[in-house]
C-alpha cells in the first residue's frame, strides 16, 4: 500500500489533513501531530529548532512516501528530503516557507519583510497576542485576527511559544537554491496569487531551482487555500500522488 505523509502548517494540528487523508483511501496515509501540537506537547520557554520536527517526522516512516505539506510543514519536507532522500518518493508543497532560497541581491527586499517577525515576549500566565495578531496578519492582511473564530484564537494561543520558536528557526536557515537542488524527487509546487510578496518569490525561485518540480499557482487563492480551498488543493494533490 503506498504511504503518505502528510504535514500541517505551524498552528494548527494534523485534522487540517482529514479531508485529503479521506481522498487518498487507498494509501497508508500518516498525519501526524508535530511537537507542540495536539498529543505531542512542548514546554513553553524551551528552545526548539525545525529540525526536532524534522527528526520526528524521519523516525515515523519505515518505507518511503510521498510527502506533502503547507508552509511550515512544506519547509519540513524539504528538509525531509535532504535529510532522508530514501524516505522520500515524491514531494506535494503548498508554500513552504523555504525562506533561505532568497539569496540574491535582488531579493533583499523580500528577505527584510521575512525578517520584521520580533522575538515573541514569553510570558507562563498570558501568550503574547500581539505577536500572534502580527503573524496572523502578515500571512492574511490586516484584521485577520479579529476576524478569527474564538476557538481559533484559542488555539494559537496555546502554541504560540512553539509557533514562535518555529518562525525564529525558519527565520534564520540558510538552506540556499543550491543545496534544494539537490531534491530530485518529483515535486509539485503550489502557491497562491494573493499570498505575502516575499512566499510568491520563494514559490517561483524553489520551483525554478528543483530539477523535477511542476509550478502550480492559484491566482485567486492565499496561503491558507490547503484549509479555506481544501478541495481544490487537495484535488491537485492527489493527481501529483497518482502521477508519481
Same mark, same amino acid.
Given at each position: 500500500?503506498?504511504?503518505?505523509?502528510?504535514?500541517?502548517?505551524?498552528?494548527?494540528?494534523?485534522?487540517?489533513?482529514?479531508?485529503?487523508?479521506?481522498?487518498?483511501?487507498?494509501?497508508?496515509?500518516?498525519?501526524?501531530?508535530?511537537?507542540?501540537?495536539?498529543?505531542?506537547?512542548?514546554?513553553?520557554?524551551?528552545?526548539?529548532?525545525?529540525?526536532?520536527?524534522?527528526?520526528?517526522?524521519?523516525?515515523?516512516?519505515?518505507?518511503?512516501?510521498?510527502?506533502?505539506?503547507?508552509?511550515?510543514?512544506?519547509?519540513?519536507?524539504?528538509?525531509?528530503?535532504?535529510?532522508?532522500?530514501?524516505?522520500?518518493?515524491?514531494?506535494?508543497?503548498?508554500?513552504?516557507?523555504?525562506?533561505?532560497?532568497?539569496?540574491?541581491?535582488?531579493?533583499?527586499?523580500?528577505?527584510?519583510?521575512? %525578517?520584521?517577525?520580533?522575538?515573541? @515576549?514569553?510570558?507562563? !500566565? +498570558?501568550?503574547?497576542?500581539?505577536? &500572534? /495578531?502580527? *503573524?496572523? =496578519?502578515?500571512?492574511?492582511?490586516?484584521?485577520?485576527?479579529?476576524?478569527?473564530?474564538?476557538?481559533?484564537?484559542?488555539?494559537?494561543?496555546?502554541?504560540?511559544?512553539?509557533?514562535?520558536?518555529?518562525?525564529?528557526?525558519?527565520?534564520?536557515?540558510?538552506?540556499?537554491?543550491?543545496?534544494?537542488?539537490?531534491?530530485?524527487?518529483?515535486?509539485?509546487?503550489?502557491?497562491?496569487?494573493?499570498?505575502?510578496? %516575499?512566499?510568491?518569490?520563494?514559490? @517561483?525561485?524553489?520551483? !525554478? +531551482?528543483?530539477?523535477?518540480?511542476? &509550478? /502550480?499557482? *492559484?491566482? =485567486?487563492?492565499?496561503?491558507?487555500?490547503?484549509?479555506?480551498?481544501?478541495?481544490?488543493?487537495?484535488?491537485?494533490?492527489?493527481?501529483?500522488?497518482?502521477?508519481?
Amino acid at each position: 500500500m503506498t504511504a503518505v505523509l502528510a504535514i500541517h502548517s505551524g498552528g494548527f494540528s494534523s485534522r487540517q489533513w482529514r479531508k485529503l487523508a479521506a481522498s487518498l483511501a487507498s494509501c497508508r496515509v500518516h498525519t501526524p501531530d508535530l511537537i507542540g501540537y495536539g498529543a505531542r506537547p512542548w514546554p513553553g520557554g524551551e528552545p526548539f529548532h525545525f529540525r526536532q520536527d524534522v527528526e520526528m517526522l524521519a523516525s515515523l516512516l519505515d518505507e518511503p512516501a510521498h510527502v506533502v505539506g503547507h508552509s511550515y510543514g512544506g519547509l519540513l519536507a524539504l528538509q525531509l528530503a535532504l535529510a532522508r532522500p530514501d524516505l522520500v518518493r515524491s514531494l506535494a508543497l503548498y508554500e513552504p516557507v523555504a525562506f533561505g532560497i532568497l539569496d540574491e541581491s535582488s531579493d533583499q527586499a523580500a528577505r527584510d519583510e521575512v %525578517a520584521g517577525f520580533r522575538p515573541y @515576549r514569553f510570558d507562563p !500566565a +498570558a501568550p503574547d497576542e500581539d505577536w &500572534l /495578531r502580527g *503573524f496572523i =496578519e502578515w500571512w492574511q492582511g490586516a484584521g485577520a485576527w479579529d476576524r478569527l473564530a474564538p476557538e481559533t484564537k484559542d488555539a494559537f494561543r496555546a502554541v504560540g511559544w512553539k509557533l514562535s520558536e518555529e518562525v525564529a528557526s525558519l527565520v534564520a536557515d540558510r538552506t540556499d537554491r543550491a543545496t534544494y537542488a539537490t531534491i530530485t524527487a518529483p515535486t509539485l509546487v503550489l502557491g497562491g496569487g494573493r499570498s505575502p510578496a %516575499a512566499e510568491q518569490a520563494v514559490v @517561483r525561485k524553489l520551483a !525554478a +531551482a528543483l530539477p523535477n518540480a511542476t &509550478l /502550480r499557482v *492559484f491566482p =485567486e487563492l492565499g496561503h491558507m487555500a490547503p484549509i479555506t480551498h481544501a478541495a481544490e488543493i487537495n484535488a491537485a494533490i492527489v493527481d501529483h500522488i497518482s502521477r508519481s
